[in-house]
């Protein structure tokens, strides 16, 4: 038995021993080739132009590249297998393609403009970006359809607006709005007489293709004065085939009888390839608008607004040429220009405006007081895209904005206009170099700006009596600034760094007739700092620090006298210095399939922040009153102002169809000077919606709650009326679409109730707007 044991044995350790030797030499065998290659041009999907500096890496790895001046990408030394190619650019979409690599592959990348995708979610932090950056769009954008530019921006959170009744609407961004939110339309920082709280962004919301807001390092190359942020109006491409298509906005709303009409039409032409043109216009009319219990005389309005632009784009060079003009006349609720200091003090504390002001009837007359405002803008923009440098861009513009506003008459006097002519004349020139060292990607340029604004004079030195709010002024301004990138797998960076030189000269008549001229010259550096984590593929956070600084603008220094569109009395102050911003923010990101949430934190230390705080002598609040009526005072001061808060969006998949959003933000401000609270901050606000989706035609229909809170954090005898009660605002909001058409309705203020919005600067004297019905109509064709 042993000896057959014995025998059986050996052919088993055959059998060990040549498996042993066979699995080296398969492993031999099956030995990758590690000699492949992975190379490519990544393009603009729409214009099909080269991208430079595009960042390409594979999942996984740390193996990463840039592309050049022509777009092209290359890897060599690769391994045969699977990979998955991720592709990455400044203002694209993040995109990522599996590979099969078995020897030499040629991968073509198209990128989409970012938020090209973004059908249904307002707030998108784009992976681009190290700013703090909210979007916007698609269906979203849609419902907005006829609203002001302020109004449809409401709907990001940490975005508000500061009213003068129911059409005139600035941003508020984080608390902030005026000369310290620049504003972009189609890339032109808009110059109007952005200074006044009721003098609204002079721009045409339906040109956009999405709005943006934007905080952080970004806003440098514009500007060192976004201390709240930015707001970019950005409209779709030009077309680069000859195919003519557009599309027709109609709107109309029940509370004031709103109709909205609005077309584009843009094609090119066949003989010459990359030619684009584009045509648009808007109409806009409406009458008095009602409040839950009472009409308001005087507060209609009517608005025409056109745009044209045409361009050329080859792969090496391009050029556009682009013009709108916006035009528009709002009446000013007549009960807010008061006689008499009596009168002025029964007005606020009787609730109701008096019934000379509340008339039964419908009428779309814009009588005094009114404001009349048109606004021209001229753009030409041309770009070379140099294989040793990079993308050379310059941008010239021109704008003219002419604002009136027009006063009620006092007995024989008929001095009772403001007459507001600025010209803006701008220049820029940008160069987004190639990567340097294969590391950092950016830009660098200068800006250059001259104004002049004529008050009822065509001399600049000769200003006319007539208008006492505002002095005959000019402004130069002079930037250089740099803006630096890096980009690895998991991490990004960003710094910018900018210096500013402002010369400010103001000609304004001294009792006698004496021409009296002040001349002011500020200059200093800003800088930011920002970094993003990548903690898996749905989260990210971000870091960004900044140092900005802000230069007393002209009404601030100057005004004297009543601006009638907020029905005031207001006084600079020739002794105040440029402020100087300490800005931190922290946020993160999380999306996945049932489940998004956004949250965003920052703290701003202002040093000499300027504000127009109401006039307070002997613990009294003090009005003014003149030849035209009694008008609350307001002066401007500067303190130590200390801004912090938070912004968060949530968006919860509850099934397959229910979608449920909220929006949280609030913001907290204190004169760490004088330890006081600050007036004009906005109150706390929540915002929830349910949204049901249906099978069909892309049908939904959503239920909203809004809660804003009293502002309570006022200090006593600070105002000439106490913050209005909370409240609490619903809505329905649907729509559905065919092939071509689309359609949408909307009712605001559900319930009808009556409120008072603390940032509306007319609610001493009424309450807001009531129900609102509105009914919209987008045809494609």
């Given at each position: 038995?042993?000896?057959?044991?014995?025998?059986?044995s050996?052919?088993?350790k055959s059998?060990?021993?040549?498996?042993f030797?066979?699995?080296?030499i398969?492993?031999?065998?099956q030995k990758?080739?590690?000699?492949c290659?992975?190379?490519?041009?990544?393009h603009?999907q729409e214009?099909?132009?080269?991208i430079?500096g595009?960042?390409?890496?594979?999942?996984?790895?740390?193996i990463s590249?840039?592309?050049?001046?022509?777009?092209?990408?290359?890897?060599?030394?690769?391994?045969?297998?699977?990979?998955?190619l991720?592709c990455?650019a400044l203002?694209f979409?993040?995109t990522?393609?599996?590979?099969n690599?078995?020897d030499v592959?040629n991968q073509d990348?198209?990128l989409?403009?970012?938020?090209e995708?973004?059908?249904?979610?307002v707030?998108?932090?784009q992976k681009?970006?190290?700013?703090n950056?909210?979007?916007l769009?698609?269906?979203n954008?849609?419902?907005t359809r006829g609203q002001?530019?302020?109004?449809?921006?409401k709907?990001?959170?940490?975005v508000?607006?500061l009213?003068?009744?129911?059409f005139?609407?600035?941003?508020v961004?984080n608390g902030?709005?005026?000369n310290?939110v620049?504003i972009?339309n189609?890339?032109?920082?808009?110059?109007g007489?952005?200074w006044g709280?009721?003098?609204?962004?002079?721009?045409?919301?339906f040109?956009?293709?999405k709005?943006?807001?934007i905080k952080?390092?970004?806003?440098l190359r514009?500007?060192s004065?976004a201390?709240?942020?930015?707001?970019m109006v950005?409209p779709e491409?030009?077309?680069?085939s000859?195919k003519i298509?557009?599309?027709?906005?109609l709107?109309?709303?029940?509370?004031?009888l709103?109709?909205?009409?609005?077309?584009?039409i843009e094609?090119?032409l066949?003989?010459?390839?990359?030619?684009?043109?584009?045509?648009?216009?808007?109409y806009?009319?409406g009458?008095?608008?009602?409040?839950a219990?009472?009409?308001?005389?005087?507060t209609?309005?009517q608005e025409?607004?056109?745009?044209?632009?045409?361009?050329?784009?080859?792969i090496h060079?391009?050029?556009e040429?682009?013009?709108?003009?916006?035009?528009?006349?709002?009446?000013?609720?007549?009960g807010?220009?008061?006689?008499?200091?009596q009168?002025?003090q029964?007005a606020i504390?009787?609730g109701?405006?008096a019934d000379a002001?509340t008339?039964?009837q419908?009428?779309?007359?814009?009588?005094?007081p009114?404001?009349?405002?048109s606004h021209?803008l001229?753009?030409?923009k041309?770009?070379?895209?140099s294989e040793?440098?990079g993308?050379l861009?310059?941008?010239?513009?021109?704008?003219?904005?002419?604002?009136?506003?027009?006063?009620?008459?006092?007995g024989?006097?008929?001095?009772?206009?403001?007459n507001?002519?600025?010209?803006?004349?701008?220049?820029?020139l940008?160069l987004?170099h190639?990567?340097i060292?294969?590391?950092?990607?950016?830009?660098?340029?200068?800006?250059?700006?001259?104004?002049?604004n004529?008050s009822?004079?065509?001399?600049?030195?000769?200003?006319l009596?007539s208008?006492t709010?505002?002095p005959?002024?000019?402004t130069?301004?002079?930037?250089?600034?740099i803006?630096e990138?890096?980009?690895?797998?998991?991490?990004e960076g960003?710094f910018?760094?900018?210096?500013?030189?402002?010369?400010l000269?103001?000609?304004s008549?001294?009792?006698?007739g004496i021409?009296?001229?002040?001349r002011?010259?500020f200059?200093n550096?800003s800088?930011?700092l920002g970094?993003k984590?990548h903690?898996?593929?749905?989260?990210e956070?971000?870091l960004?620090?900044?140092?900005?600084w802000?230069?007393?603008?002209?009404?601030?220094?100057?005004?004297?006298?009543i601006?009638?569109g907020?029905a005031?009395?207001?006084?600079?102050?020739?002794?105040?210095?440029p402020?100087v911003?300490?800005?931190?923010s922290?946020?993160s990101?999380?999306?996945?399939k049932?489940l998004s949430?956004?949250?965003?934190?920052?703290?701003?230390?202002?040093?000499?922040f300027i504000?127009?705080?109401?006039r307070i002598?002997n613990?009294?609040?003090?009005?003014?009153?003149?030849v035209r009526?009694?008008?609350?005072?307001?002066?401007?001061?500067q303190?130590?102002?200390?801004?912090w808060?938070?912004?968060?969006t949530?968006?919860?998949?509850?099934?397959?169809?229910?979608d449920?959003?909220s929006?949280?933000?609030f913001?907290?401000?204190?004169?760490t000077?004088?330890?006081?609270?600050?007036?004009n901050i906005?109150?706390?606000?929540?915002?929830?919606?349910l949204?049901?989706?249906?099978?069909?035609?892309?049908?939904y229909?959503s239920?909203?709650h809004?809660?804003?809170?009293q502002q309570?954090?006022?200090e006593a005898?600070?105002d000439?009326l106490?913050p209005p009660?909370?409240?609490n605002?619903?809505s329905?909001?649907?729509?559905?679409t065919?092939?071509?058409?689309?359609?949408?309705?909307?009712?605001?203020?559900?319930?009808?109730i009556s409120?008072r919005?603390?940032?509306?600067?007319?609610?001493y004297?009424?309450?807001d707007?009531?129900?609102?019905i509105?009914?919209?109509?987008?045809?494609?064709?």
């Open positions: 038995m042993q000896q057959h044991c014995t025998k059986s050996e052919p088993l059998l060990i021993i040549y498996i030797l066979l699995i080296p398969c492993l031999y065998s990758k080739d590690c000699t290659t992975l190379k490519g041009v990544v603009d214009k099909h132009l080269p430079v595009a960042v390409l890496y594979l999942k996984g790895t740390s590249t840039f592309t050049d001046a022509k777009g092209v990408y290359q890897f060599d030394k690769l391994c045969q297998g699977e990979y998955i991720v990455k203002s979409d993040v990522e393609l599996k590979i690599l078995q592959h990348i198209d989409l403009n970012d938020d995708h973004l059908q249904e979610v707030v998108s932090s681009t970006s190290i700013a950056k909210t979007v769009s698609g269906k954008l849609e419902e002001s530019l302020g109004e449809a921006l709907n990001i959170s940490g508000t607006t009213q003068t009744g129911s005139v609407q600035k941003p961004i902030m709005h005026s310290r620049i972009l189609n890339g032109i920082r808009q110059e007489q952005q709280s009721e003098h609204a962004p002079e721009i045409d919301p040109v956009a293709k709005l943006t807001v952080g390092v970004a806003g514009y500007g004065d201390i709240g942020g930015m707001v950005e491409n030009l077309p680069d000859a298509h557009g599309e027709i906005n709107v109309g709303f029940s509370n004031g709103q109709r909205v009409g609005s077309g584009i094609g090119g066949k003989g010459i390839q990359g030619l684009g043109w584009r045509v648009q216009g808007t806009k009319r009458g008095n608008v009602s409040t219990t009472y009409n308001l005389v005087n209609g309005i025409r607004n056109f745009s044209v632009g045409i361009g050329l784009n080859k060079f391009g050029t040429l682009f013009y709108s003009y916006f035009d528009t006349q709002i009446g000013v609720f007549t807010s220009h008061i006689g008499n200091i009168d002025l029964r504390s009787i109701k405006p002001y008339p039964t419908y009428s779309e007359v814009i009588d005094r009114n404001q009349d405002v021209h001229l753009k030409l041309t770009f070379l895209n040793r440098l993308k861009t310059f941008v010239g513009a021109y704008q003219y904005n002419w604002r009136l506003e027009y006063d009620i008459p006092r024989n006097r008929s001095l009772n206009t403001l507001f002519k600025l010209d803006t004349y701008s220049a820029e940008i987004d190639l990567p060292a294969q590391l950092l990607n950016g830009s660098a340029g200068l800006n250059i700006q001259y104004q002049q004529l009822s004079s065509f001399e600049l030195t000769k200003p009596i208008t709010l505002l005959n002024y000019q130069f301004n002079l930037g250089l600034f803006n990138r890096y980009v690895s797998h998991d991490w960003e910018g760094l900018r210096y500013d030189l402002r010369n000269e103001a000609y008549l001294k009792i006698g021409l009296q001229q002040n002011f010259d200059s550096f800088g930011a970094a984590y903690h898996t593929e749905n989260w956070s971000n960004n620090f900044g140092l900005v802000r230069s007393p603008s002209v009404n601030e220094l100057f005004t004297d006298g601006h009638h907020s005031s009395y207001e006084k600079g102050d020739l002794n105040l210095v402020e911003a300490q800005n931190v922290i946020g990101t999380y999306r996945s049932k949430f956004e949250i965003n934190a920052y703290l701003k230390n202002i040093q000499n504000y127009l705080k109401p002598q613990d009294t609040l003090r009005s003014v009153l003149t009526g009694a008008f609350p005072a307001f002066d401007y001061t303190v130590d102002a200390q801004f808060g938070v912004d968060l949530l968006i919860y998949g509850i099934s397959e169809r229910l449920f959003t929006k949280l933000s913001v907290r401000t204190k004169d000077r004088n330890n006081l609270f600050m007036v906005p109150s706390d606000r929540i915002d929830n919606s949204q049901y989706n249906f099978k069909k035609r892309n049908a229909i239920f909203n809004q809660f804003i809170a309570n954090r006022v005898n600070c000439f106490a009660d909370a409240y605002l619903f329905i909001r649907s729509g559905l065919f092939k071509h058409l689309s359609l949408g309705l909307t009712v605001s203020n559900l319930f009808n409120y919005e603390y940032l509306n600067r007319f609610r004297f009424t309450d707007m009531g129900r609102n509105s009914i919209r109509v987008n045809y494609k064709f």
